[in-house]
């Protein structure tokens, strides 16, 4: 059974930084892409950043992330990483991990990161 452990959030002041990590368990097949994505109260799930692994780790990210968030792998851990700097109040969301892998899709139950002076 596939299992995706999260951690890493929690409050932060706006400027500050925090890192997510995920570690996935139980696949029987090779991983082929890992990333997180942020939902906030009253929004839709949203991509925040993937790495496909088959692809030379092939890095994607909103936008709205780009050049502040950082996602990375420890591959013989299974686990990815997002880097978060100069956090920003509308980065405050649940941030849930997200693993493809033997044609399904996986997802963590989710981390709340909050932004808030």
């Known amino acids: 059974q596939v299992q995706l452990e999260e951690s890493g959030g929690g409050l932060v002041q706006p400027g500050g930084s925090l890192r997510l990590s995920c570690a996935a368990s139980g696949s029987r097949f090779p991983l082929y892409v890992m990333g997180w994505y942020r939902q906030a109260p009253g929004d839709q799930r949203e991509l925040v950043a993937t790495?496909?692994?088959?692809?030379?780790?092939?890095?994607n990210y909103a936008d709205s992330v780009k050049g502040r968030f950082t996602i990375s792998r420890n591959s013989a851990k299974n686990t990815v990483y997002l880097q978060m700097n100069n956090l920003r109040s509308d980065d405050t969301a649940v941030y849930y991990c997200k693993l493809v892998t033997g044609g399904a899709s996986y997802w963590g139950q989710g981390t709340q990161v909050t932004v808030s002076s």
């Open positions: 790495m496909i692994f088959t692809i030379g780790e092939r890095t």
